[in-house]
């Protein structure tokens, strides 16, 4: 017989009655029925139910046993009395009656209990994240995650794409995001940097006339953690094609990522049909360049109503250059009481409030209500609810000044709405391509143009368009949502070095810090670069979306807290003092 085990604690049921096995696993709990010792014996399979009575050679090692001790036991496997089959166990028609047992790893007295679901801090579970990673919740995060990279391949293959990798150790990039810098001992001052995404590479893979290319790849960004964002490196299904349109990588994708979802969504609806929303219509029409599709509430522009109008906020408001005023529709929310709900969500936001209409029937007809109407009057209301397409019982919400001093707060307050009235649809997986992505963005205070997006991508239009109005060009850019999150970014890549240069200068970076920081992919499109493109599928997110949590951190093995250390390691720590004599470097203490 093996030496720790002849099946696994997922694998024993009636046809093994009467044999003598042997298995090793964790005492997941321990109960004592009248004498009699139960112990639920687990591993990473299943759960096996094993007992010892008095009689039992063993019976008085199985009494010292404690939760969470890693055993053997040998033991012969009998059948459960038919009023004591457990269903819910694939093992549950047998247990083993204990003959020996062996403690292979005793555990200290547990810091957060394994057996049952009781939550804990979440410093906690990462400082002893190999026991939280027993919890069977866990576990099953992390085999979901392990078949979803698994599937995500066999789909690139069976596409006909060829796996490489690319370097971890390289030079730093602009990807938007701060760059974890490594010292270089051979090179005393210099650093390397650890890649944000394998970008540059991935393009000189097309240059170098490999046709298609993908990796599950790591990338490296110091930025500030959110829920739904690793503060450090984070895994993504990175691709490349070259001779491609910004619709064959649509077409590409697509049945990858809906065949993930369809595979491992667990009968959740998964949308067929993708639209293509632009950038500017996204911002409109939901608040954010992310939408939830699921929540049908579509906002609407109704400055015009407003304009010249008895209600006084709004319409000086609109005699300002750039300002606008939108309706966030909500059908069925036509009460006082919900309407109040949503205006101190807006002050709690830090807004002064919003505005409100609804609509209810007084016996003789469709009366409007609230503030708003009785300020702008009859006509203008009739009109605003016609454009909304609303009725009795329904009620819509108003937001007025620049469009982005309010707009995350209405994309916010139409996911509200939509989750308190039941209009969002939770057992469906909602896709949108948001395309037309604005090339370059003006900073607020200073005015200065930057990229608002991949620098690396083809403007439309070509050079043409770069001779205008930076604020004007649209790029071949594009992100995909689901649910609310980005989960694939992507762009058709600058793959011409005369407009590579003049994208660059608009932003601010002369031709010669385009060569220094850029120079090896500069240098490669002399020598013939194709037209490519691609994108990048962020895989905590979709396996996240997957397995229903709002919480990163639940489906990456072992993750940072929220302050980017690593509790379990100890990570960051100090450097030895030889090891910065070695990379000539000195820290200078903070005051």
């Not at 547990?110 to 579970?125: I, N």
């Not at 909304?388 to 707060?409: H, M, N, R, T, Y």
Request: with cysteine.
């Amino acid at each position: 017989m093996h030496a720790f085990r002849s099946h696994t604690c997922a694998e024993l049921n009636k046809s093994n009655v009467g044999q003598t096995v042997r298995l090793s696993g964790w005492v997941h709990r321990v109960r004592d029925h009248g004498g009699i010792l139960f112990i639920d014996l687990r591993d990473h399979y299943g759960v096996t139910q094993v007992l010892a009575d008095p009689d039992s050679p063993a019976f008085a090692d199985v009494e010292k046993v404690r939760s969470e001790w890693c055993i053997r036991i040998d033991g012969e496997v009998k059948a459960r009395d038919e009023s004591l089959v457990n269903p819910k166990l694939p093992t549950g028609e047998v247990e083993v009656f204990v003959r020996e047992l062996e403690v292979l790893g005793a555990a200290e007295e547990l810091p957060l209990m394994v057996f049952g679901d009781q939550e804990y801090p979440e410093e906690t579970r990462l400082r002893y994240r190999y026991l939280d990673l027993r919890r069977e919740a866990m576990q099953d995060n992390m085999k979901l995650r392990s078949d979803v990279v698994a599937s995500m391949r066999r789909r690139m293959w069976d596409s006909g794409f060829r796996e490489f990798q690319t370097p971890i150790i390289t030079a730093s990039s602009p990807e938007g995001a701060r760059d974890f810098l490594v010292p270089s001992r051979l090179h005393p001052g210099k650093f390397y940097a650890l890649p944000q995404a394998p970008q540059q590479f991935k393009q000189l893979i097309m240059v170098s006339g490999f046709d298609k290319y993908f990796q599950i790849a790591p990338c490296f960004r110091d930025e500030d953690p959110r829920a739904d964002r690793s503060p450090t490196d984070f895994y993504q299904l990175d691709l490349e094609m070259s001779f491609v349109t910004q619709q064959d990588v649509f077409d590409t994708i697509q049945p990858v990522i809906g065949g993930i979802f369809e595979e491992f969504g667990g009968g959740r609806k998964v949308d067929q049909t993708w639209e293509q929303i632009s950038y500017k219509d996204s911002a409109l029409w939901y608040g954010t360049d992310k939408p939830d599709l699921r929540n049908p509430i579509k906002m609407q522009d109704c400055s015009d109503h407003f304009r010249g109008s008895g209600f006084a906020i709004f319409a000086k408001l609109l005699e300002q250059d750039g300002t606008e005023v939108r309706a966030i529709p909500a059908p069925t929310g036509g009460s006082r009481k919900f309407c109040d709900r949503m205006n101190a969500f807006a002050q709690k936001e830090g807004l002064p409030g919003m505005g409100y209409i609804f609509w209810r029937d007084q016996g003789e007809g469709m009366e409007a209500a609230g503030p708003l109407a009785k300020n702008i009057g009859p006509e203008r209301t009739e009109a605003i609810r016609q454009q909304l397409g609303l009725g009795v019982g329904d009620a819509a919400f108003f937001l007025g000044g620049k469009p982005s001093a309010f707009e995350k707060v209405a994309g916010k307050a139409r996911t509200v709405i939509g989750d308190e009235l039941g209009l969002t649809e939770k057992d469906r997986f909602a896709f949108a391509w948001i395309v037309d992505f604005p090339m370059y963005e003006a900073d607020e205070e200073t005015g200065d143009i930057d990229f608002s997006h991949n620098p690396f991508s083809m403007p439309q239009g070509g050079i043409d368009a770069l001779s205008g109005d930076p604020l004007n060009v649209l790029g071949y850019q594009y992100d995909l949502a689901c649910n609310g999150y980005e989960l694939v970014s992507g762009a058709i890549r600058n793959h011409k070095p005369e407009i590579m240069f003049k994208a660059f200068e608009l932003a601010g970076y002369p031709a010669d810090e385009v060569i220094k920081r850029f120079g090896g992919m500069v240098n490669a499109f002399k020598f013939g670069a194709p037209p490519h493109g691609g994108c990048a599928a962020g895989i905590d997110r979709i396996v996240m979306l997957l397995a229903d949590t709002a919480n990163i951190r639940e489906v990456i093995m072992f993750p940072m807290n929220q302050r980017a250390e690593d509790l379990m390691m100890n990570a960051p720590s100090e450097p030895l003092n030889e090891q910065l004599r070695e990379l000539h470097l000195r820290v200078i203490p903070q005051d």
